[in-house]
């Protein structure tokens, strides 16, 4: 398969989880979004590697990795304080940033 | 048809539709199963590329810790089966807009830059290859991922501290 | 070049600047009322001395040529644009010597006229008459177009505060706003009319100006269009039809006031600056037929409506439009020379005719010649000299008008307007008839008719009157009289005024009389060559005014009803004021307000309405645009997601 086609799956995936992103109500829902979008760089990353020659890529991939994993910890602990001050881990609740 | 053909065709439909599922479910435990399923596939993606030991780190970490600390974080929100909370019903035009016309955008520009048909050869173990890297020329970054994780589990556990 | 001429000239200039500006600055000077008058007076005494003195210098120097003194005022790259400063030449002088002379009386006669208004209102009596004497004398003594506007609308404001002295009558501050309005009408044109000639010859100074005319080096082309606005300021001014209608009314005014400006300085400041400018007007000679006819048509007009009057000051008023009239109509004949003779005898003769009016006021109580009578035995110094002026007005021989009168008439034939020449004629012949008929009413006779029915307390509307009342009878000074505790019966008590109002009118009578009389020896130097018959007829013209006069209200041989009868649709005109009181009053209303109320509208619903409009469409926006922001981070990626589509498909990845 050439580079086009994993190109492609990732930009369907990423779109995929931008889509996700932005219309999940719940808190958690989107950090499954986010989970999804960065999926599909990281498959972006290691077939531009593989077909570069290059393996770089696939270092960056682990480092992305491993960053996503804090990402989400943290992300869950935000979801679980904001649970907590406000009963609620419905996005349409965190608006206090509202013009 | 080549093994290497079906194989990212399988992978690639059920990444597609675990994806769909996930973003489109109405149970949000569901979506994380479908997630999961989502992760393991984007694994055999890598196998395909031939990024083995990328492929059994996602498996590790993202399959493996990630949907664990997710469905941990669900328990611990007591939102489980029955609440309805995953609506999807949230604008759902709009977003659905923006994401398709980005696809579309994105295949387009994809399909415009001629690109590698076959991948190179391979010279030597990959995996190899990139442990050599990570010791010798990307030693700071792995460190200050240490620290970032340390970071990471610090944080959290502030966060997520009880309350007194 | 300062020479002793223009020293005088300016410190007759700076006398009353420095009174008013002493007065206005000084609240205790000011109220304290009498000491402001003489203070004011004393300046006035010191003015007129400085322009006798400078009068005299001027002539001792020999020159013909007009010196000047002025100083930078608007600068410009090419030399000022504008200065200020005096012009000393014959004309100015010998103006500077009336205006002087009849502030000074007028100030010393109204220290006793008007001895019952509370010491205040005194103070800025004097502070205006102050402030209107200098005004008058910039106009006077201006070396450029530029200063004589400024004093001329100095001098208006002056004019329209003093009419309106007495604010609180209504009658009064309308008079005042009249004034105000129908002069500055005629002042735009004036103001166009400088500019324009600006425009042509690059000057404002008026020896520049004279150079530059005399030696042709004016383009004719649009002068006709300069000199006819300057004649229009002239116009509002000196009260020249159609825009007569306010000299009339500002005798709601004091009678000091109506002396000084009315008759002797602010009305002659057309006649002046026409004068002035004779060289201007020389070169179009179209506006100067136009002047002419004018003059002359206002003459006979004024003289028609004053022969309804029975309100004395009114009759005075349109006697000076008349005689007004006639100045211009000899400046429009192309002899200013004699228009400028004819201004300096009815200056003298008109304020004694006005000084003498407001004594007989002041002791009858009323404005009306219904209410007086038989005054000659009464106050027999006010008879007489009240009488010089009038026959001086007549122009009967010996007396100071008789001279510039036929110099007038001579001109104006000898100019080529034979129907002028008749109109005014006709105009003379009326000036004795109603002049002499409120001499042979106020000062002959048993008179008092009104009073005595009034008296018996029978309301008699019309039984011995000669002619219905005009609308305000005894309006005119009615504060006039309150003040002076004069009420109802005071005929029988009248008596000669104290010194100091007779005082000036005997000065007065005898310089009227010096003239008159110095002319009849050593006749005014003409410019042309009048024909024989002109003398005689002039004379005959104004006995047989007199004649009539006797004949009807003396010795009633004829009957006044009868003559009034006999003209009765043109009385019927003349007492309506041809209606041009009523024009001017349609015209604003159904003109001026409409349009008033129209840009009003505009403004409000338009001009304010486009901006509301704009400012709500502002403040709405703003508030949808707020709803952008609904803090919600989802919609934020939503955003970033869009910027990122609209990005790329901008840079053209895509395409």
């Not at chain 1, 804090?70 to 001050?85: K, N």
């Not at chain 2, 079906?6 to 539709?17: S, Y």
């Not at chain 2, 995996?127 to 340390?150: D, I, K, N």
């Not at chain 3, 508030?623 to 939503?638: A, E, F, S």
Request: aromatic fraction near 10%.
């Amino acid at each position: 398969m050439g580079l086009q086609a994993y190109l492609t799956l990732a930009a369907v995936v990423f779109c995929i989880g931008l889509f996700g992103t932005v219309t999940r109500r719940n808190t958690i829902g989107i950090l499954l979004g986010i989970e999804l979008m960065l999926n599909a760089v990281n498959i972006n990353l290691v077939a531009f590697s593989r077909f570069g020659g290059d393996d770089t890529g696939m270092v960056f991939t682990l480092f992305a990795i491993c960053i996503t994993v804090a990402e989400v910890a943290l992300g869950l602990a935000i979801v679980i304080l904001l649970f907590r001050t406000r009963r609620s881990a419905s996005a349409d609740h965190i608006d206090w940033l509202r013009g | 048809m080549t093994l290497e053909i079906v194989a990212f065709w399988a992978f690639a439909v059920i990444l597609v539709g675990a994806g769909l599922a996930v973003v489109l479910g109405k149970n949000l435990f569901h979506s994380v199963l479908f997630l999961a399923l989502a992760l393991i596939a984007t694994a055999g993606i890598f196998l395909t590329l031939d990024a083995e030991f990328i492929a059994a780190v996602q498996v590790l970490l993202y399959a493996g810790g990630v949907i664990t600390l997710v469905v941990f974080g669900i328990v611990v929100t007591e939102r489980l089966v029955g609440e309805k909370l995953s609506h999807v019903s949230r604008h759902v035009a709009a977003g659905g807009l923006v994401a398709a016309a980005l696809a579309i955008l994105l295949l387009r520009g994809i399909s415009h830059v001629p690109l590698a048909t076959t991948k190179p050869g391979l010279a030597g173990d990959l995996t190899r290859q990139m442990g050599t890297s990570l010791l010798t020329r990307f030693t700071l970054p792995f460190e200050l991922l240490a620290v970032l994780l340390l970071i990471g589990l610090l944080g959290a556990s502030y966060f997520a501290r009880p309350e007194d | 070049m300062t020479s002793n001429a223009v020293v005088f000239a300016l410190t007759a200039l700076l006398m009353p600047a420095a009174s008013f500006l002493i007065i206005g600055a000084l609240p205790p000077l000011r109220r304290a009322g009498r000491v402001a008058a003489w203070f004011s007076s004393g300046c006035a005494l010191v003015a007129l001395v400085a322009a006798v003195l400078g009068w005299r210098a001027f002539a001792a120097a020999g020159t013909a040529e007009p010196m000047r003194a002025v100083w930078w005022w608007l600068p410009s790259v090419r030399g000022p644009l504008a200065t200020v400063g005096v012009l000393v030449d014959a004309q100015s002088t010998t103006m500077l010597l009336l205006v002087t002379l009849v502030a000074l009386l007028v100030q010393v006669y109204s220290t006793c006229y008007l001895s019952d208004e509370p010491a205040p209102s005194l103070g800025r009596y004097y502070a205006l008459q102050s402030l209107f004497a200098f005004s008058m004398m910039g106009v006077v003594l201006a070396p450029n177009l530029l200063q004589l506007f400024v004093c001329w609308e100095l001098v208006g404001v002056c004019s329209c505060l003093l009419i309106g002295y007495w604010y609180r009558k209504p009658e009064a501050a309308r008079a005042a706003l009249k004034a105000f309005w129908i002069t500055k009408a005629g002042d735009v044109g004036l103001l166009i009319g400088i500019v324009l000639l600006h425009r042509l010859t690059g000057t404002f100074d008026l020896v520049e100006l004279r150079h530059l005319a005399e030696t042709s080096q004016i383009p004719l082309a649009g002068l006709s269009i300069i000199t006819f606005c300057i004649y229009l300021g002239a116009m509002g001014k000196s009260a020249q039809f159609p825009l007569h209608v306010w000299l009339p009314d500002a005798m709601e005014g004091p009678t000091p006031v109506s002396a000084l400006i009315h008759a002797a300085t602010m009305v002659t400041a057309g006649v002046y600056l026409l004068t002035r400018t004779e060289w201007l007007f020389a070169l179009t000679p179209q506006v100067l037929a136009i002047v002419c006819w004018n003059g002359a048509f206002t003459a006979l007009l004024a003289a028609v409506l004053a022969c309804v009057q029975t309100d004395i000051k009114r009759v005075l008023a349109y006697s000076t439009v008349s005689q007004l009239g006639y100045m211009m109509a000899a400046i429009g004949a192309g002899f200013a020379g004699a228009g400028f003779l004819h201004l300096l005898t009815h200056g003298i003769f008109k304020a004694l005719l006005f000084l003498g009016a407001g004594a007989v006021i002041h002791a009858v109580g009323s404005n009306d010649v219904a209410d007086m009578g038989g005054l000659a035995r009464r106050m027999p110094q006010t008879a007489i000299v009240f009488l010089i002026g009038t026959l001086s007005l007549a122009g009967v021989p010996l007396f100071a008008g008789f001279a510039s009168k036929e110099e007038v008439l001579g001109s104006v034939l000898h100019g080529g307007f034979p129907i002028p020449f008749l109109m005014l004629l006709a105009a003379a012949f009326l000036t004795a008839f109603y002049m002499f008929r409120v001499v042979f009413l106020a000062f002959f006779g048993e008179g008092g008719a009104r009073r005595e029915a009034r008296s018996a307390s029978i309301p008699d509307p019309g039984s011995t009157h000669l002619s219905p009342p005009t609308s305000h009878p005894a309006a005119g000074d009615s504060t006039d009289t309150a003040h002076h505790g004069h009420g109802v019966g005071s005929l029988a008590h009248a008596h000669d005024a104290p010194f100091l109002m007779t005082g000036p009118l005997w000065i007065l009578a005898i310089i009227a009389m010096i003239i008159g009389v110095s002319f009849l020896v050593t006749p005014p130097h003409a410019e042309f060559e009048s024909p024989g018959w002109l003398t005689p007829a002039a004379v005959v013209v104004a006995l047989s005014g007199i004649l009539l006069a006797w004949l009807t209200y003396q010795r009633r041989t004829i009957s006044a009803d009868a003559l009034a009868r006999a003209f009765g649709p043109i009385r019927r005109a003349a007492l309506a004021r041809f209606w041009l009181d009523d024009l001017y009053l349609a015209l604003y209303r159904s003109v001026l307000l409409v349009f008033s109320r129209a840009i009003g509208w505009t403004d409000r619903y338009l001009v304010d309405g486009v901006l509301n409009v704009i400012s709500a469409w502002t403040l709405d926006g703003g508030d949808r645009l707020r709803r952008m922001q609904t803090g919600k981070v989802q919609d934020y990626v939503w955003a970033v997601g869009f910027g990122l589509l609209v990005l790329m498909a901008w840079i053209g990845v895509a395409w």
